[in-house]
């Protein structure tokens, strides 16, 4: 069974701070997708990345960046700099492919509060 | 355009109460799925439909039923409503067999049972 495990329930920072949200995976797939995505309190969830199992690198996107490490099942996200803005529920996700089917296994969520 | 739209978005209802939820996609996609985020936010898949039959039942009590009457629709029929079906209901779809790529949620639907 799959599983995510995102262990930090809340974190809260003050602006300008950079701020790490951990995630670590279970899977038993060879090839598997890896989710970030953020609920603000307006509740809508807004995709921030996806990343295929044997895509190692390192992803930076503006102040966001993402650090998926295979050796220790673990898909980090970093926002750096942090701004009031960024204060959201953010959910890591990991997809399984049943006969090509995609369903998402999400963690329970990082809350991340930034206040000015 | 909207690329995943459901209505309503918000939804307060008596228990004992019958309710619908509609979600329509306009992204062609073949895959369409229910997921229930509950009081804590945690979300979990309800359903999930390819090309109007029914692939992935999540152990969801009989009371839900989902119907997709076409790829593009894929509605929640919810009967005897009970206090607990109260959560944010998001509908979601994607394209098989393309990595979970361009997987797009739904702005979601706040139920409300009192």
């Known amino acids: 069974a799959q599983k995510v495990t995102q262990a930090q329930t809340e974190i809260s920072v003050v602006e300008k701070e950079d701020v790490t949200l951990d995630c670590v995976y279970e899977t038993r797939d060879t090839t598997y997708y890896l989710f970030w995505y953020k609920q603000p309190p307006s509740g809508e969830l807004v995709f921030l990345i996806r990343?295929?199992?044997?895509?190692?690198q390192n992803e930076i996107s503006g102040r966001y960046s993402w650090n998926f490490q295979k050796s220790t099942s673990s898909f980090n996200f970093t926002i750096t700099a942090s701004q009031v803005v960024d204060s959201a529920v953010y959910f890591c996700?990991?997809?399984?492919?049943?006969?090509?089917?995609?369903?998402?296994?999400f963690g329970k969520g990082t809350m991340l509060l930034v206040s000015p | 355009d909207t690329a995943v739209s459901q209505t309503p978005k918000y939804l307060v209802t008596q228990m004992g109460n019958d309710k619908s939820i509609k979600c329509e996609q306009n992204l062609g996609h073949d895959t369409m799925y229910w997921y229930k985020q509950d009081s804590k936010k945690f979300l979990k898949i309800m359903f999930s439909y390819n090309n109007k039959e029914l692939i992935i039942n999540e152990t969801v009590p009989n009371r839900f039923s989902p119907k997709s009457p076409d790829k593009a629709h894929l509605n929640l029929h919810i009967n005897s409503l009970e206090l607990g079906d109260s959560a944010v209901y998001f509908c979601?779809?994607?394209?098989?067999?393309?990595?979970?790529?361009?997987?797009?949620f739904g702005s979601g639907t706040r139920l409300t049972v009192v």
């Open positions: 990343r295929n199992s044997f895509d190692e």
């Open positions: 979601a779809s994607s394209q098989p067999g393309q990595g979970a790529d361009g997987y797009t």
């Open positions: 996700a990991l997809s399984e492919a049943i006969s090509g089917y995609s369903t998402l296994t």
